[in-house]
């Protein structure tokens, strides 16, 4: 008859033998993995059908978004556009028509930086269209300034439309995929969200948390089973659309700048194949390679003789004439992935000379208009309202977000 002490033993050596059987498991499981991705990486695995999918696609007025959107009715989706620019939108409407007969398109107006609106538009798709299947986050901005000679407002609009507005969009869309256990989420980062680019600190970390969201996002989605949902993060580099006019390479023949057509080809063999991460070109993998294993100093000159540290040198965005356009009640904005564009409320923008930027060689602590800056995209922050009336409106504000987060469940 076994004693204590040996049943525990016992119970140590099963739990040691079960720990080892699940790691030899685990051993074979990645390298079939890793021979997998050699494999389709030698030879590309059948498309996968999207004909009758619903296939939204942000920032669709022009570049990128625009081409995606063409792609996908060429293959026979229902297409779901949306884009501040109404006239953009429409156009790529009628493009779209015109070159895909037959095809369902739905425009939509929608600023994706603002997240009621987007909440609101999500629910006016599902009832006018249907389900989302395939969701292609891809607009974004760009401020190109140095971060102390960037407005907290347009900071704060970079951040909103190039990462938050994933959080809004994936939220009022995944729950059905993952139901259905059907669906496919598609983000466009940057390769400045894998390596950092001088003089883009809002930019690229907005890309940045893009990389990140989608990584853990995947994660969420994989270990709680739904083999039927992907997920694809594309990184492409610099892409003739633009976005960051006057800036260029040291060496374009080795990085040279990439045409719309061709990279939005490689995006779709990327969603088609339910490839994970594409990147755009192949060098990326290389330079975020060097960064994992170079020391800081190191990887400093390679950015340096690179000449990513000075890419944004002669850049000539036109933030100055969008604040004004903005100013007179105007908007210059497209929308895309790589386009120089505005989501902002009219109201927000004030004059140049109220810019909470700073002085390169001033220490001061950059002044706050309360009256301005206590609203950002119809969201209000009392950090800087103190007054019972502004309390009254956080009261509201909070119980209107209950309502509209409730709605999406």
């Known amino acids: 008859m076994s004693t204590a002490p040996d049943r525990a033993r016992m119970s140590e050596n099963e739990t040691a033998f079960a720990i080892l059987k699940e790691f030899l498991q685990t051993l074979k499981i990645m390298s079939y ?4 991705s050699i494999w389709r990486f030698l030879i590309s695995p059948p498309r996968k059908s999207v004909e009758g999918e619903i296939v939204l696609v942000t920032g669709a007025g022009s570049g990128i978004g625009q081409r ?6 060429k293959l026979g989706a229902i297409l779901v556009l ?3 620019d109404e006239e953009k939108n429409k156009k790529t409407m009628e493009l779209i028509r015109g070159h895909s007969e037959g095809v369902k398109c739905y425009p939509y107006r929608c600023d994706v930086g603002n997240r009621e609106e987007v909440y609101q538009t999500a629910k006016r798709v599902k009832g006018d269209v249907g389900d989302v299947g395939i969701l292609v986050n891809n607009a974004g901005v760009v401020s190109g300034k140095k971060l102390i000679h960037t407005p907290d407002h347009l900071i704060q609009h970079t951040i909103n439309v190039n990462l938050m507005a994933h959080f809004w969009t994936v939220k009022c ?4 995929m993952l139901r259905k256990n059907h669906g496919h989420i598609v983000n466009i980062s940057s390769s400045t969200g894998l390596v950092g680019l001088n003089k883009l600190t ?10 990140g969201f989608t990584e853990v996002l995947t994660y969420e989605i994989f270990f709680s089973g739904n083999s039927g949902v992907h997920t694809t993060l594309v990184c492409p580099s610099f892409v003739k659309t633009g976005l960051f006019p006057g800036c260029k390479m040291r060496f374009p023949w080795l990085i040279p700048p990439l045409e719309i057509q061709p990279t939005v080809e490689r995006i779709m063999q990327g969603i088609l194949t339910n490839q994970h991460v594409v990147c755009i070109p192949r060098l990326i993998y290389f330079f975020v390679f060097l960064k994992s294993i170079l020391p800081v100093e190191a990887f400093h000159e390679v950015i340096r003789f690179s000449g990513a540290a000075t890419f944004m040198d002669n850049f000539k965005g036109g933030r100055s004439r969008e604040i004004q356009n903005e100013a007179n009640g105007s ?3 497209n929308g895309t992935a790589e386009t120089n564009c505005n989501h902002g409320n009219n109201s927000l923008l004030e004059p140049i000379q109220k810019q909470s930027s700073l002085n390169e060689n001033s220490d001061d602590i950059p002044e706050i208009d309360t009256h301005n800056s206590s609203c950002v995209n119809g969201h209000f922050d009392l950090s800087s309202v103190s007054d019972e009336a502004g309390e009254t409106k956080l009261l509201k504000r909070s119980r209107h977000d209950d309502n509209l987060s409730g709605a999406q469940e």
């Open 331 to 333: 908007s210059s904005t």
């Open 68 to 73: 995606i959107s063409m792609e996908f009715a």
């Open 202 to 211: 809002d930019y690229s970390t907005s890309k940045f948390g893009v990389v």
């Open 82 to 84: 949306w884009d501040i």
């Open 33 to 36: 993995a890793i021979f997998l």
């Open 173 to 176: 869309f995944l729950p059905t």
